[in-house]
Every structure is written in C-alpha cells, then in structure tokens.
C-alpha cells in the first residue's frame, strides 16, 4: 500500500464516520423524545459504525507504514486486522439486536409513532445507501480491505433502518409482534455480513490459499521456455498476493538463460493475475545430473536435484 493510497482511505473513513455520527445523533434524539426503543437501539447501532471507522483509521495508519527490519514484509496485515475487529462489532451488534427482540417479545411494547419519526429514518437510509455505494466503489478502486469490510456494515444499517420503519408502521397498525419478526430476520442479515467480514479477514491473516494453483499453473505454461511447475503456494488478499514456486527448464541452458526465465514468470503473474510478489525457484528437469565448479575443483551435484523427494533404488 502506498502513501497515497493510505492517505486516500482515510479520507474516506473521516467522511464516513462524520456521516455516520450525524445519523447516529439524530435517531438517538429523536427515539428518546418519542420513546422509540428501536430507534434508540439503531442510534447506538449507527455509533457502532463510528467505531468501526475509528478502527479502520488506526488500522490504515500502521498497515500504511513502509517496511522496516522488524517488520520486512511491511505492515500490511494490520489493515486486514483492523477488518476483522469490524466484523466483530457486526457480530456483537446482530447479538444486541437479538436480545432486544427477545425482550420485546417477553415484554411486550410500542414506539410511539409520528410523521417525524419516518421523515427521520427515511433520511437516513438515503444517507446509509450513499455511503455504502461510496464506500465499496472506492474500496474496490483502493483495493482496501477495511473500506470494502465497512461498506459491509454500512449496507446492513439499512436493513436495521427498513426494520425500524416496519416496526413503526406494524405498531401504527396495531401489531407491534411483527417488529420482533423483522428484528429477527435483520439479525439473519447483519449475522451473515459478520460472517462474511470475519471468514475474508481470517483467511488473509492465517495465509490461506489467495488463488487456486490451476489458475496460476496457466499462466507460468505459456512463458516460453518453462517446461512444467509445481509447488504452487500463494497467500494474501485483493490487491496483495502473493506467491512462490518452483519451474523446471532445460538442463541445457546457461544460468543467465534460466534466470530470464525466471524473471518473465514474475513478470507474467504480475500483469495476469495481479501478483504484489513472486518468489521462483527455478530446477533442472527432475532426474537430470548436473555439475557445479567451485574454486576448489569440479564437483558433482547430489543424485537427487530434490533433497525432500527420496530416492528410488
């Protein structure tokens, strides 16, 4: 990630979470003046979002800092971190929003109603649909985890904001049962986002496969002069890949030749596939015997060009 980028995701963030507090504030006052306690619960849920961005902030700040011997691989884990602990405030909100129905459905209970109450949620949803349509588009151009992982929980206020307006119209109606029904559902909802944030930002930091190696074993084919591949590994996440592997070439060509070789498989898996960096280890075909000179006289190589591989009599 560069500076730049890291700059231009917080300027997102800081936009987003100024948003974010606006709506928050506003269904906070107007659900205590009209003793709403849904629209109290989606305030704090709005105030959740603020965290989020906060987190994100301090996570693009650390991910943004160049490598250093530490850390020599750079910082960029941390943005992937910062995402995760999103989703945990997803997950924690749709366990909130669970109890809150379960409460109500022991005890009973209605918001009171007025024009003002829909005029207000109405506005918000509006807001919520803006930012999440922002939000995503630049995190998809930034190719920032937290900005995409926000978005996410963006998305799923809107459906706690249509839960709210439903509750007020089903209470308005006389069958305030069906705000605990919708309140469900939106817990379904917000628990899949959670889901969905946690398992992308899991899979990032334990370094699960990022691509399938079939995918990766095309595009090496077709450089000229790469006779086959196998271990296959990547890692990382959209924007940040990763991978190593190993290539055989024939064992008639000089070590300059193989090492071109070598150079256009990176270069290939860069411009296809997107790859940040790509480690390759280049082998003679297998069961082939070479020879190395060192200073001290000609010497052969080890019968078997692959120590982990065993010997066959």
């Known amino acids: 990630m560069t500076t730049r980028d ?12 100024v948003l974010n507090l606006a709506v928050a ?39 943004g800092r160049p490598a250093d011997e530490s850390h020599p691989y750079g910082h960029q884990k941390f ?3 910062a995402a995760l602990i999103i989703g945990g405030l997803v997950a924690l909100t749709a366990w909130e929003i669970l ?12 918001p009171d109603v007025s024009p003002l109450s829909f ?23 930034l190719n920032s985890e937290v900005l995409l992982a926000d978005a996410l929980q963006t998305r799923s206020d809107i459906f706690v904001s249509l ?3 439903t509750s007020l119209i089903a209470s308005a109606l006389g069958f305030p049962i069906l705000d605990v029904g919708m309140a469900l559902l939106i817990t379904a909802i917000i628990g899949w986002s959670a889901y969905q944030i946690l398992h992308h930002s899991a899979d990032a930091l334990l370094d699960a ?3 399938d190696p079939d995918v990766v074993r095309e595009v090496v084919e077709q450089v000229p002069g790469v ?36 150079h256009l498989v990176q270069e290939a898996l860069h411009h296809d596939l997107g790859l940040t960096d790509v480690v390759v280890h280049v082998e003679p075909p297998i069961g082939h015997h070479t020879s190395w000179a060192p200073n001290s006289g000609r010497t052969e190589a080890p019968e078997n060009p692959h120590p982990e591989e065993p010997q066959h009599e």
């Open 163 to 165: 839960g709210v307006i």
């Open 99 to 110: 109890q809150s129905s379960v409460g109500r459905l022991l005890h009973g209970g209605a």
């Open 227 to 262: 006779e086959s591949v196998h271990k296959i590994r990547t890692r990382g996440s959209d924007g940040k890949m990763y991978a190593d592997l190993h290539i055989q070439v024939s064992a008639d060509l000089r070590l300059d030749q193989a090492h071109v070789i070598g």
């Open 25 to 63: 504030i506003a269904k906070l006052v107007l659900g205590a003046s009209t003793g709403s306690i849904s629209m109290v619960a989606d305030g704090f849920h709005s105030l959740t979002d603020g965290t989020s961005n906060v987190v994100g902030l301090v996570g693009t700040r650390i991910a």
């Open 79 to 81: 943005e992937t971190f």
């Open 6 to 17: 890291t700059g231009a995701i917080q300027r997102v963030l800081l936009q987003v979470l």
């Open 209 to 211: 496969a990022a691509l």
């Open 119 to 141: 005029a207000v949620m109405g506005v918000t949803i509006l807001v919520n649909i803006g930012v999440t349509t922002y939000e995503s588009h630049r995190g998809r151009r």
